[in-house]
């Protein structure tokens, strides 16, 4: 292919006037031979423009991406596009020669392209990058390493989340390439040159993607890993160039020789982590890899065996080394030299390592409580940078205090939690942390300023966990916040006042000894929301009403008379900051203060209306945003949720919520579809007005557009609309057409999911709801559920979905089924259609699950034995219809059962105090390991070790720790009693329904006896002793049923009456 004309129409992409027409050309001729390689090499060419190559990079990617692996066509349909593999041989040829020269901008489209081809093609159609990355990392030019090193990295992600025996193709290759990545770093140390560590950074990502979850040891053996944490050692203590200092400090982290450090550091705590957690969290069996363990290869006892020895001469030989190079780092913060932010974070996170491992806590224990003073309380102090950004922009000091993703990478998360650490396992820590922060809030001569108070504060708030259970400091509470946390609400310092909001949350469930206490906190939390100038100390506010209302069942009643003014002042709160947790205060307040609210709903609920078009406008992709949106839709759902009592209210807020979420249908905003169907049930909960029924052509669009993704979220809507207002439903046919094509469009699709299951339910609940009034639609409903049964049906909850169609039919009206079924029956001469239906029934009938389900099975079998005449021919099921008849009602005993249990399970929290003892539990000595002894994993390797060595000592263990587990393997066959599709009901699961499947089915026996005897006698002929007795416990809870029917309906009538006047006899008179 000519690369001069591909170029040419590369360019015209770029190019607003001619892009259109360019991409068609691109879509016409990327499925010639010959067009991806040809594309790579114009990528290539230096004397192409970047800008085109660029274009070309990405085409190159997306054509990969989605055309590189080979697919079968699927029955009917043409062969899907694939690169040929002429085409594909080319490319790999060339791709590593590409990224190896090309400038990062293309480098970043181009690994991409490399990690597709490696994930198909290595190592079974291309073991040739192995050689092509050796040869570059082999060449003495330094421009090709950092193009290899990229390649290299994609090999081993490549490989990251794979099974160890997996991994083996790459433990080759490492083999070979480790040495060199090796080499090539030692020989780069002492070149503190940008290049040169941006190359060193590479290979360290390089080695902590190859140790990240498994540690080959036949690859990294203990010489080889002594030499890597040499390595990382040289790279922690390497000093960082003095013109650094002159960068700004928010761009100086991203300089390379912080980064380097940063992964250096990464990679000892992952290390650390995985292999000196001892006895605790959770271990992965040797041939896998975790989704979320951050355990791996591990501590002595609680790793598996091949570490065992491994981990023990890991923890004595580098913890003591590799802990004097972090505590020069901390020495470096403390003495204000310049440390990143994540270097500084990771390094406090392996200190927090040291503290549950006893030979790292005996090396930690002399610096620990000056770590605490000289770094851990600077830290957690308020700070210049933090006064800045108050000062700047207060809505992004906001954002960071309460970005959960932040506290991943903060310096300050990590302190709070080596804090509390240290302070739970370590004896003296707490007493001596309590202490420093006691005599910096006590202290009067100026020795401490507030930002120290602000610290101390933090520290104590932190620790309240610890506090509340500790008997010594429990009883102080009171007087602790009465004195050094009251005060600071009226403190000139706005940072103080907002660590005041701050505490009070953190202490929020406290058992005040003094009401006069808890009053005292609610007045001023209420104090700083509504009068407040700062907006930061607003929301520490809002946060610890809220607490303090989860906490405390009297704030209830204390905050009442303010209760309006403090929702007012959220809204506003809200609109100004756009920040969720807010939302989460008022979606607490609404439900505890609706009858006081009443008078506002309309302006809440608009004002939030408001907002969340405000944070459209502003939203520029980020996911606070979105967090933000959702949290005011929810928001807006609780207040419709307690107002759905008040017909009226919910009429006027109809329109202010239909604003919303028509904005959210016609634009498309797909991220919210979720919370706007939410809002749409909600308002067709109890009634449906003319304008939500226009919402339903609306979703009918929607669908239309987007196809059935978004089908499971509108069903909950869908099923209102045929079951709150049916009449208004049937009133226009163009309702039951949408609903139908719905329906149809999902059932077709061959989506395979569970959108499938919904639209069969949702033909189930229209049958059920509308019987007698949709005749005319049932023979579309029986030809559409019968087509998608002759098509493969992967699950047999789909399956039993779409027989529960026809068997719905079948008991609302049996003659018209099977009259359907034999007009189709002249389309299908070789087979019984109402055959293979009822077996197909009959065979699933364990497949029923739930209440519904089961009931719908036994009266369609009760329908079908009622028949008479018109019965078709059951000769080949009859002896099987009441055994499976009995499963049914085994399942439904079961369900009901749960049902109940699931009624009266009122459990209830109880509020236990620990106390000192239960405190003392916690804090290990010195030479004893922090160990979850309830693990499994821990037991069973500490059952393998006694095994060990107790053969060692002559001993034969036969004993299991799985002898004394209780598995609960009898539970393992139990299937769920509720399916997550019965809450979608139909006229059968109204409470005040008279049909019982029970009663019926006992009826339908009793009269089979005296009408068709034969038919009776074929039925009951069968059944085995046990079956017999199944079948009269049956018909005894049948009776019982019926005897409560018909209390039931006494009742209601107005119990038993005795109208006439009982004569009292004045003789006796005995015999005759």
């Not at 992004?396 to 302070?423: G, N, W």
């Not at 050094?484 to 706005?494: A, D, G, I, K, L």
């Not at 959702?630 to 207040?639: A, F, Q």
Request: net charge negative; proline share 4%.
């Amino acid at each position: 292919m000519d690369t001069r004309k591909l170029t040419e129409i590369l360019g015209a992409t770029i190019d607003p006037e001619q892009r259109q027409q360019a991409e068609e050309q691109l879509s016409q001729i990327h499925k010639i031979i010959g067009f991806a390689p040809s594309l790579l090499q114009v990528v290539m060419l230096n004397e192409v423009r970047i800008p085109l190559r660029q274009a070309g990079a990405i085409y190159l990617k997306n054509l990969i991406t989605s055309g590189w692996q080979e697919k079968d066509a699927e029955e009917g349909e043409p062969l899907p596009f694939s690169i040929h593999e002429q085409d594909r041989a080319m490319v790999r040829d060339i791709i590593v020669d590409a990224i190896v020269q090309a400038p990062d901008i293309i480098r970043v489209q181009l690994c991409v392209c490399l990690k597709t081809i490696i994930k198909h093609d290595f190592p079974t159609r291309w073991t040739q990058i192995v050689d092509k990355i050796h040869i570059y990392l082999q060449n003495p030019d330094a421009n090709s390493w950092m193009g290899a090193l990229l390649c290299l990295y994609q090999l081993i992600k490549n490989y990251e989340y794979q099974q160890a025996e997996k991994r083996v193709p790459l433990i080759e290759a490492m083999n070979l390439l480790l040495p060199m990545m090796y080499n090539l770093i030692v020989n780069l140390q002492t070149d503190l040159s940008v290049e040169s560590v941006l190359i060193q950074k590479q290979i360290l990502k390089c080695f902590f993607g190859l140790v990240k979850y498994i540690l080959p040891l036949d690859l990294i053996t203990k010489e080889v890993f002594t030499k890597w944490m040499e390595v990382l050692r040289i790279v922690m203590e390497q000093p960082v160039p003095e013109h650094t200092l002159q960068v700004d400090e928010d761009e100086r982290l991203e300089l390379p020789w912080w980064k380097c450090k940063k992964w250096a550091v990464h990679t000892l705590y992952r290390v650390f982590e995985r292999c000196s957690e001892t006895m605790c969290g959770s271990l992965t069996p040797s041939n896998s890899v975790p989704q979320h363990s951050s355990k791996l290869y591990g501590s002595p006892v609680n790793t598996r065996e091949e570490y065992v020895q491994f981990a023990e001469w890991y923890l004595t030989t580098f913890t003591g080394g590799i802990l004097e190079v972090l505590l020069r780092v901390l020495d470096q913060y403390r003495n204000k030299v310049y440390v990143s932010p994540r270097v500084l974070q990771q390094t406090i996170s392996y200190i927090d390592q040291c503290v549950t491992h006893a030979h790292s806590w005996k090396l930690l224990k002399p610096h620990m409580f000056a770590i605490i003073q000289d770094v851990l309380f600077p830290l957690m102090s308020y700070s210049d940078s933090d006064e800045e950004l108050w000062n700047t922009d207060p809505h992004e000091y906001i954002r960071l205090k309460y970005d959960i993703f932040e506290d991943f990478v903060s310096p300050v998360t990590a302190a709070q939690t080596l804090l509390v650490s240290c302070c739970k396992k370590r004896k003296d820590m707490l007493e001596r942390t309590m202490h420093l922060c006691m005599q910096v809030l006590t202290s009067r001569n100026g020795e401490f300023g507030p930002k120290q108070r602000d610290g101390a504060l933090h520290m104590v708030g932190t620790l309240t966990g610890l506090l509340l259970k500790k008997k010594l400091y429990k009883e102080e509470i009171d007087s602790l916040l009465s004195q050094h946390v009251f005060p600071e609400f009226s403190s000139p310092y706005r940072y103080m006042r907002a660590r005041a909001c701050w505490v009070l949350h953190c202490f929020a469930n406290v058992r005040f000894k003094n009401e006069v206490h808890l009053v005292e906190a609610v007045r001023h939390v209420v104090n700083a929301l509504l009068n407040d100038n700062e907006l930061p100390v607003k929301v520490e506010a809002a946060i610890a009403i809220q607490m303090l209302l989860v906490a405390q069942e009297k704030v209830h009643k204390i905050l009442e008379p303010q209760v309006k003014a403090v929702t007012t002042e959220l809204l506003k709160v809200i609109r100004e900051t756009e920040n969720d947790n807010i939302a989460s205060v008022l979606q607490k307040i609404v439900p505890l203060y609706t009858e006081h609210l009443m008078p506002m709903a309309y302006e809440i609920t608009d004002h939030l209306a408001t907002t969340f078009s405000k944070v459209l406008e502003t939203d520029s992709g980020t996911d606070e945003k979105a967090i933000t949106a959702m949290g005011i839709l929810n928001t807006m759902e609780t207040v419709l949720n307690v107002m759905e009592d008040n017909p009226e209210i919910i009429a006027q807020l109809e329109k202010t919520v239909l604003r919303v979420v028509g904005h959210i249908l016609q634009h498309n905003i797909m991220e919210y579809y979720e919370e706007a169907m939410s809002l749409l049930c909600n308002l067709t909960q109890n009634s449906i007005s003319e304008d939500m029924w226009k919402v339903l052509e609306l979703l009918y669009q929607v669908f239309e557009k987007e196809g059935f993704e978004y089908f499971t979220d509108m069903m909950p809507v869908l099923h209102n609309y045929i079951t709150v207002d049916t009449n208004a439903f049937l009133s226009n046919e163009n309702h039951i057409l949408a609903i139908f094509n719905m329906a149809k469009a999902v059932l077709n699709s061959d989506s395979e999911d569970e959108s499938e299951i919904y639209a069969a339910k949702l033909l189930e609940v229209m049958v059920l709801q509308c019987s007698g009034k949709i005749d005319n639609c049932l023979p579309s409903f029986v030809e559409l559920v019968l087509n998608r049964l002759t098509k493969k049906v992967k699950t047999t909850e789909l399956r039993t979905m779409l027989l529960q169609v026809l068997i719905a039919i079948l008991y609302c009206n049996p003659p018209l089924l099977f009259t359907i079924l034999n007009k189709l029956q002249e389309s299908v001469p070789n087979a019984s259609i109402t055959e293979h239906f009822i077996k197909q029934w009959i065979h699933d009938t364990d497949c029923f699950m739930g209440i519904h389900d089961r009931k719908l099975c036994v009266l369609g079998i009760c329908t079908l034995l009622e028949m008479g005449p018109q019965r078709p021919n059951l000769d080949e099921v009859v002896p099987k219809l009441l055994p499976s008849c009995l499963v049914v009602f085994d399942g439904l005993k079961r369900a009901y059962e749960a049902r109940a249990e699931g009624d009266d399970d009122d459990s209830s929290d109880d509020d236990d105090d620990e106390d000192d003892d239960a405190m003392a539990t916690e804090v290990l000595s010195s030479d004893e390991d922090d160990i979850d002894e309830m693990n499994n994993e821990y037991l069973a390797n500490l059952a393998r070790m006694t095994v060990k060595n107790s053969a060692a000592q002559g001993v034969n263990v036969t004993t299991t720790i799985e002898d004394y587990v209780d598995t609960d393997s009898d539970d393992e066959d139990d299937e769920p009693e509720d399916t997550a599709i019965e809450c979608y009901t139909t006229p059968l699961d109204d409470q005040d329904c008279q049909i019982d499947e029970y009663i019926k089915f006992k009826n339908t026996l009793s009269a089979l006896a005296t009408t068709e005897p034969g038919l009776y006698h074929a039925l009951t002929s069968v059944l085995n002793e046990e079956q017999q007795k199944e079948l009269n416990a049956v018909f005894v809870l049948a009776d019982q049923r019926k005897a409560q029917q018909d209390s039931k309906r006494i009742e209601q009538s107005g119990g038993y009456s005795f109208t006439v006047p009982a004569r009292v006899p004045t003789k006796f008179k005995f015999g005759s």
